[in-house]
């Protein structure tokens, strides 16, 4: 039997072609275990606006109304009512006369007629708030736990793009540490290739500045007893005499990979994971710390090849942007870290003519309120470290309870429109989105399009169809872009 | 023009307005809703079936592309109660459906190749079989050899060629205990003349308990989804069943017992398993813990996906949203709604077994009653399942893959039914005994003949048994390779696990109480917030040491050093940290502990530790915190004790703190907890008893997160950079060298090398090239490099 599909039609989605290979036996087999198979070859793709993408990401719960979207600045004063608090930051002009962002982000509102503003990106309420289930949202597109591994957006890209040059790694994550601090096991749980397998999984480096170890010879080893080494592997790859035993594709999938491996290893592009080599004065700009120095990496990956790339201000329970207390001074530290790296790698970006087909992205996993937990109606726990009615001391001022309501997303590049504003929350608390709400699954497919990846896209697995926007349903904001 | 749907559709998934019409997932739930009792499988009311595509368009019942002058179309629409399809006295399809369905004809009545209404071709019987052997044709009596001549000959298959000795004990040594045989065995092995000598080291390696626990706990791990670490644990929505898994494995506990312990566990010891994993917060209607514990069981156990069931009635086998939440409902504690979709359907589900041929469970029974009436029916002599899908299960992890394939799909039709209900019935005739099971498989011609490359394209149905299959090495077979060429395993591991044995009276003697000890800021205290201290003891054994072990524990934080080397660290006051010491007390010994007070306001702070250390005569000491250690206010930066000047720093006397919190959280499992580390084992730590670290996730290693039951058989280029360019690995290799250098002369080295990594001789040209590389005097970095070399190859990251 065959399938009937009219290739003329228009838009025609020729989908589940695979099945067409399998007969009715083997559908069971196809149930589970089995290595998962491309679906939606067929899909259109849409026309690929960005060729590369870097998610800067600012983990823990970055208030809008610090940052994106200031509301009333209202100066800390002892014995100030809690719910008086809006932004404690005042706001400042930008290069797009009606966008204005917090004080303390002067670089970053020089380059706002680079990108565009999304100020109404809404969360789901998921009960009681934890940043990992939020961010595993935010970075997988599906809300944990799953009956599979989801994989990250990254090694979607991965996975159904691959690598801009070939020697570099697709996907690569700068920044976060997954040992040794909080809630690491559901760090990893989405930092992961999932059931797409380890191939397309994230290159880590939680250290921009030891970034280059990752891809040197080992310590103590010079670079002729490394290419030494590898040409004795090969000889005794060559003078083995059980080559036949395993098959040919097992075989060589070890040899290619030992062979894609030392292809980066000596390579020049592997120059691009020193910062080092950047003159000082380059350097200098970036140095805010690692984020800034990951910053940096980022530029320099994706000028060779990477495709996608997440630098990180780390998460880490309790610190950076997770301001459970003292959120002002907090927010105060962290805008000296993002502000100049930000509108740098902008700059440089734009310098070297690649920005217009690079998708820079600064987002987190929800915003801040000074009061309210969760958004109208939701029922999670209050988990600010302070519950004051007024403010007797500095560490009460700031943003401290998470808010899903509405959160900003900045994006630069990639095709999208260049000094615009998408969106916008309430002015007086709750300070919901009360225009073009965008919802995670809506914003995912609006970052698939731009890179040319149709939001329907999907696998199989165990059986199921695993979708890159949750079950296929992700619908573009087309608006956004030029 | 397409249509535009309205948005009320509230079939199976939601369709956008601009997406194709599914034909799975929007289709064929409305037809299997409203159609299939009269026009699919053996039914066809009115002489329609629309089993397939071809008898659905017959007679132009549908037209493809053309919805209004499709009959059935016109007969849903129909309003004479004699005509209507439905018939009159069903309910009316709903619009939103009709449209669906008059959309799908108009875009050309898509239909999934081989799709069928009709029953499926393959049914796996249920009820145990016991076939009879075939007569003896290829002058075997082994019982699987039997049957599998016979499987030969009937599909005109060549007879397997038997593998050699020294590929075969390396092959059953990594399957059976997960390491590589020794140089010496290998030697001794290959030169042996007797005929039984391959069942005597099949029953050698069986018999060592513990290589075998501590090989089969990653196998029953990833199974069971136990791990020392993972999501779930930091907000206590997770417990682990290690402790209870390792003595099940080290005293090879029957399978069906296993199998009641888990569905019903007696304590919390095995509970882990059905409790599953709890966020914090709301989750979905598919992953609450009663659907968790249905998917788990039957995924485990039986073979079954419940996953797609638990959702929706499965479009792919013949599970569905009651039978899913029929087994959900024999855990929960509460009436449970059932969900299609993530949205209510109104209806409460009844516990209820999905095999009802031997029995079902009570409804009305009580939780607890209810597990152990499931616990019975997975266990029943007359339940063919569960032996099926595990012994299909100990083939795939000997053969490289299974009878059925895949392993979890147990409704798939295997290769040679007589065979896999062969070795299920035996199994249960023997106890449900997994060595008995393992040592048949292995002591047949089959398993030990020549391996048979894998294809990439492997499915069910035309699948042909020619002999085992290559497989590769497990992430953790890798590293203990590694630290068995190079006998550079670490001292401590990470499992909660006894590996020795342990006697009762000692825990019992064991069982003191704790005392704890912080700086001065202690008295009177509380000591404040973010306060660092150095603590020390130094001490001698005063005999020859058999074994030692530690345990500490501190409020906040600490981190432990035995003589300069990291031994524990921890940041739970109410948790025991342990390891084996035995291999680093030293004459004289110090031990160092940097304590840490944290939150946000002075608080309780102190530190326990304590050293058992056994001497040879039987007697045994404790070192512990008291007031003899000494304090120091002020932490060398760094986490390198042998950089610090210690004598620098100014030393007072450490103060004795005890809060009945930490000691009620401690004292209670001092002796268990201290027993267990020092009884430890003379056996190097194995990889599975650790916590999967960057190279083990990097090599294939799962997160637990989600039962995993095969690993992938590809190695990738990150892994690949990770093997080139990890230092560690050649710091680690190198000691391997220079231990080889030391143990052979230059003239054996190549052998010996060749003999501890591939478990064979070299062949002439390996070895004159070899030697070419090394010359007569070889240096450390070359035999290091030739060491990483060897350990690249695919023959020795794949068991052959």
Redesign the interface.
Known sequence: MTLNIDPEAPDSIVRRDFLKKLSAASAAAWMSGSPQLVRGEGIARPEAKADACILLWMGGGMAAPETFDPKLYTPFKKGMKADSVLSTFPAIDTSVDNIKICAGMEKIAGVMDRGTLLRSVVQPDLGSILHSRHQYHWHTGYVPPQTVAAPHIGSWMAKVLGPNNEVMPSFINIGQRLEGVGEKEELKAFTTAGFFGSEYGPMNLPFPEEAASAVRPPESMTESRFSNRNKLFRQLVDRNPHRDFASDFQQESLMRSMENAYRLLSSKERDAFDIEREPKEVRKKYDTGRFGRGCLLARRLVENGARFVEVTTEYVPFLHWDTHANGHDTVDRLHKEIDEPVAQLILDLEERGILDRTLVIVASEFSRDAMMEGKPGSTANDQATHKVDQLTEMKHYGLHRHFTGGSSVMMFGGGVKKGHLYGATADERPLITVENPVTITDLHATIMSAMGISPKTEFTVEGRPFYVTKDGTGKPVTEIFA | MRKILSASITSA??A?AQ??V?F??QVVPILKEHCSECHSGAESKGGFSMN???LFIDDETAV?GKSHESYFIDLIHDSDPDYQMPPGDYPRMPADQIAMLEMWVNE?????????FGT???EPPFLPRRPKLPTITGGTNHPLDRLIDEYLLLNDLEKMEPVDDSTFIRRVTLDLTGLLPGPDRVRSFCGDTSPGKRQALIDELLADDLAYTEHWLTFWNDLLRNDY???????GGRTQISEWLYQALKENKPFDTMVQELIAPADSASAGFING?K??????A??TLPV?FS?SLS?AFLGI?M??ASCHD?F??RWTLDDAYGLAAIYSDDPLELHRCDKPTGATAKANWIFPEIGNINPAAGKEERLSQLAGLMTHPENGRVPRTIVNRLWGQLMGRGMV?????M???PWNEDLLDWIASDFQDNGYDLKHTLRLITTSAAYQS??V????I????SYQFRGPH?K?LTAEQFVDAIWQITGNAPASYDAPVARGVIDPALIEQLSFESSWIWGPSARPGPPPHGEKILLRKNFSPNNKVRSAGIIAAADNAYVLYLNGQKILDGSQWNELDAAPVANSIKQENQLLIVAENRG?KPNAAGAFCAVRIEYEDNSDEIVMTDETWQVSQSVPPGSRPGKWNLDELTWTSSVSVNVPQWKSATDKRIGKTLARASAGSDRPVRASLLKA??LM??L?R??R??IV??R??????????N?????D??ANLKKGAEKLIRAFPAEKLVESIYLSTLSRYP?E??EN??SG?LGDSPDT?TVT??L???T????F??V?
């Open positions: 998934f939601l956008t997406a194709e599914d799975v997932h397939t595509r071809a493809p050309g009545m898509k239909w999934e190749e081989d799709f069928t499926p071709t393959y670490t993972g999501t779930g644990f930091i907000t994993i966020w914090r917060g709301t989750v979905s598919g992953q968790q998917q995924q996906n996953k797609c499965s792919l086998d394939h895949p392993l979890d799909a409704q798939t039709e020549k391996s490359p894998q294809e990439e492997n499915d069910a149905e290559p590769r946000a670290d960057e996730r990097a294939g799962p997160n997160d989600q039951t095969s992938p058989s590809e190695l990738t280029t990150l892994e690949a950079v093997l080139a360019t990890n230092g690995l050649v062949a040209s390996e090239f070899a590389i970095a490099d030739l990483w070399a060897i690249m190859t695919p023959e990251l794949i052959r």
